[in-house]
């Protein structure tokens, strides 16, 4: 394994440097003994931060294929609640210890935290999404092209492919054929704009880094940057827009 860069540094990297290390290994052996797993274009990590690392999220397995994608530990922000997903698959994301967003509240103590991470020259992994309620690209919420300008990150996107049938298969005895496509890293982003322009140049970042996800998985899972039709009306709202989490009805809640 690359060891991690002196600049690439965090509150919590060396407090919880041994148990990451144990999860990245058990992540190697998991995806060894459960999938099929390819992955391509590991040497575009780069040695040294800031680094925003960003991937689609269909599945709860994608934080498990980002630890044992990347060279060396990263801070994570995710979702505080863990919906869609089975309870024993919430242990993992707190044993390594991650940035808890509560979707639809704004989560300003988050993105201060995660800032303070970038600005010290670390490595943030973040699902631009903002949760794995679909198995198509959705628009990116704001916060990953906040982030992106403020910092002046370098982004790094990463296309998951079948990670989503994972445990589908699994319950007929059988590992999923899965892929992790690293792509190389784009930006840095700049935005001097205010007001409604600076709103309207934050989203189009959120289109680009999407689009450079889309590029690294099927067309099937392009969703709203498909250029079907009839894919783009498939595509999922997001579930927290009008009320704060764990309060939407049908989301399985734990």
């Given at each position: 394994m690359m060891e991690p860069s002196r600049k690439i540094k965090s509150e919590q990297l060396e407090k919880r440097r041994p148990v990451r290390v144990f999860?990245?290994?058990l992540a190697k052996i998991a995806f060894w003994l459960l999938t099929d797993l390819e992955i391509e274009?590991?040497?575009?990590?780069?040695?040294?931060?800031?680094?925003?690392?960003?991937g689609n999220h269909f599945s709860m397995v994608d934080i498990a294929a980002f630890v044992r994608a990347a060279p060396y530990p990263m801070e994570f922000i995710g979702g505080a609640v863990f919906a869609n997903a089975p309870k024993f698959m919430a242990v993992f994301p707190r044993m390594w210890g991650y940035l808890p967003v509560f979707r639809g509240t704004g989560s300003h103590f988050a993105l201060r935290?995660?800032?303070k991470v970038l600005?010290?020259?670390g490595v943030l992994a973040i699902y631009p999404e903002g949760g794995s309620h679909a198995r198509m690209?959705?628009?990116?919420?704001?916060g990953t092209a906040f982030l992106a300008?403020?910092?002046?990150?370098?982004?790094?996107?990463?296309?998951?492919?079948?990670?989503?049938?994972?445990?589908?298969k699994l319950g007929k005895f059988k590992r999923a054929k899965v892929k992790i496509r690293i792509g190389k890293p784009i930006g840095p982003f700049e935005v001097t704009e205010k007001g409604t322009k600076r709103r309207e140049k934050l989203e189009q970042i959120g289109v680009t880094i999407m689009q450079r996800i889309a590029d690294l998985i099927p067309p099937e899972k392009h969703g709203f940057l498909s250029d079907d039709p009839e894919?783009?009306?498939?595509?999922?709202?997001?579930?927290?827009?009008?009320?704060?989490e764990g309060e939407v009805e049908g989301m399985n809640v734990r």
């Open positions: 999860l990245q290994g274009g590991q040497e575009n990590f780069p040695e040294e931060g800031p680094l925003l690392v960003v935290e995660a800032e600005k010290r020259q690209l959705r628009p990116a919420r704001p300008a403020r910092t002046q990150a370098r982004v790094l996107p990463i296309g998951l492919i079948g990670m989503d049938e994972v445990f589908e894919l783009r009306a498939q595509v999922v709202e997001y579930p927290w827009e009008d009320k704060p």
